[in-house]
């Protein structure tokens, strides 16, 4: 019987790394569920068709998506933001995230999360994960993902080029954004949906390394293996 063809390791060398937050570093998969079947069952709506577009997507976009006709949008998502701050129960960090981020020089590390700063604190601390100096929540941006902005805007923050930096997203709308931002970006865990040419895909970071060198012009770079 013969086996399989085993997978050769994939690397990437980049100078930056980008994250974003639910469902990439944090698994908050039942609170964002419970929020949203909250908000679909009181106004009749499919709770199966909201979580399919809602991912990676600012709170704010999706209950104007779905929202009745005359609805408060911004008092709607207003609410449903407190209903997440005061929620934590369940918050994980996804498989290998804490050994990875612990492995990173904390200078070449961004968070871009369409959560407000509140909610990203919140959740992050829930799962014993720092957030990172460099951090674009949705205060930050005028457009929300699959728009490329945040990762534009946390590219700069770390004084990188985008085609010198990799997003790490879990969400077609994130991925949509690193890939419009002319960043390499990998899919990590069950929700990347059908991927575009060129992304990767992982199940979570227990079986991603990196290491980091320095060339003696003193340039930095990361070279993750998958």
């Known amino acids: 019987m013969s086996l399989p063809p085993r997978r050769l390791p994939t690397t990437l060398t980049a100078r930056a790394v980008l994250f974003d937050m639910d469902g990439t570093l944090v698994d908050s998969t039942s609170i964002v569920e419970q929020v949203w079947t909250t908000f679909a069952g009181r106004y009749g709506l499919d709770i199966g068709e909201i979580l399919a577009t809602s991912h990676g997507v600012q709170a704010m976009d999706t209950v104007r998506r779905f929202a009745p006709a ?5 008092a709607l998502a ?41 909610l990203a604190e919140v959740r992050m601390a829930a799962a014993e994960i720092a957030v990172p100096a460099a951090s674009v929540t949705s205060e930050d941006v005028l457009r929300g ?7 534009l805007r946390a590219a700069a923050l770390l004084g990188v080029d985008p085609a010198d930096a990799v997003v790490f997203e879990d969400a077609p709308a994130g991925i949509a954004a690193g890939v419009a931002a002319g960043i390499r970006t990998v ?22 390394s990196v290491t980091t060198q320095v060339s003696s012009a003193g340039v930095r770079t990361l070279s993750f293996t998958f």
């Open 78 to 118: 207003a609410e449903l933001g407190r209903m997440e701050l005061t929620e934590t129960r369940g918050i994980v960090a996804v498989p290998g995230a804490l050994e990875l981020l612990a492995s990173l020089p904390p200078d070449a590390v961004a968070l871009v999360t369409s959560a407000s700063r509140d």
């Open 70 to 74: 005359g609805a408060d949008v911004g």
């Open 145 to 151: 993902k699959p728009h490329p902005e945040g990762y």
């Open 187 to 208: 899919a990590v865990g069950p929700n990347a949906g059908e991927l575009p040419d060129g992304v990767l895909h992982i199940p979570d970071y227990s079986g991603v």
